[in-house]
């Protein structure tokens, strides 16, 4: 069995080779990435596995995605201290994780609801409890919850959902991959006043976000 030591080691690899020499420089979010013991939210077979460059399965068709990608994000996102983060598609709750390391609350919801419930054990056996889970469809976010001060959305998108846009607080950042003709690209949302800018970040690969279960039949 591998010790926690040598996780902690594979993780400050990870911060160095595939976030800091990769041009995330953000340090806390570096910080963040190299406390969260990422191979707690992989099965446990993938342990050996959760520190090495790239998205790995988590069941269900879904997967966690990789450390440069959850560390762009959460750079992008520009989240402050205290900030309400709310995300869409939990996965298994490591992007949550980090954010909430970054000091934020954040509410995050997963249409799966064995991966909601995993996530939200995640996340409770790491005393993370600025974090909360809910199952459902976050295709238009969570209005009820809202406004907040960023939202991120970790599956692809057809186009921007305005539903999130009007739920953003002034000076709120939405960060959503879209679909371009089979080319997925990560855009930023920043509300300021009435207005809505956009900044187009990197080509990315996430999974679709898809109807709730209720409206895909799964139920
Ligand atoms: N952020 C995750 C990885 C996300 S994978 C992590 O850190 O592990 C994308 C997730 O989005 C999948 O689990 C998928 O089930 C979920 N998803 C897809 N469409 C959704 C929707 N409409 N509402 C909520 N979750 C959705």
Do not use: N
């Amino acid at each position: 069995m591998t010790a926690r030591r040598d996780y902690a080691v594979a993780r400050r690899r990870m911060v160095d080779e595939q976030l800091r020499r990769a041009g995330v420089t953000d340090r806390v979010v570096l910080k963040a990435m190299e406390a969260v013991p990422r191979h707690l939210f992989v099965p446990r077979m993938l342990w050996h596995r959760a520190y090495e460059p790239c998205a790995l399965p988590i069941g269900h068709g879904q997967t966690i995605s990789k450390p440069f990608t959850v560390g762009l994000m959460s750079a992008l996102l520009e989240v402050q201290p205290g900030e309400r983060i709310l995300e869409i598609g939990s996965g298994s709750g490591y992007q949550a994780a980090v954010l909430a390391e970054m000091g934020a609350v954040v509410h995050t919801v997963e249409r799966v609801g064995p991966l909601a419930e995993r996530a939200a054990s995640s996340l409770a056996k790491l005393g993370c409890d600025r974090v909360t889970v809910a199952t459902g469809d976050g295709s238009f976010g969570a209005a009820d919850r809202g406004p907040w001060h960023g939202i991120i959305v970790t599956a692809c998108a057809p186009g921007l959902p305005e539903a999130m846009a009007r739920q953003l607080e002034d000076g709120g950042r939405l960060l959503i991959p879209i679909e371009h003709e089979g080319d997925q690209i990560l855009y930023r949302y920043r509300r300021e006043g009435e207005r809505l800018s956009v900044e187009r970040s990197v080509g990315c690969q996430f999974v679709p976000l898809l109807p709730g279960v209720e409206e895909a039949g799964l139920a």
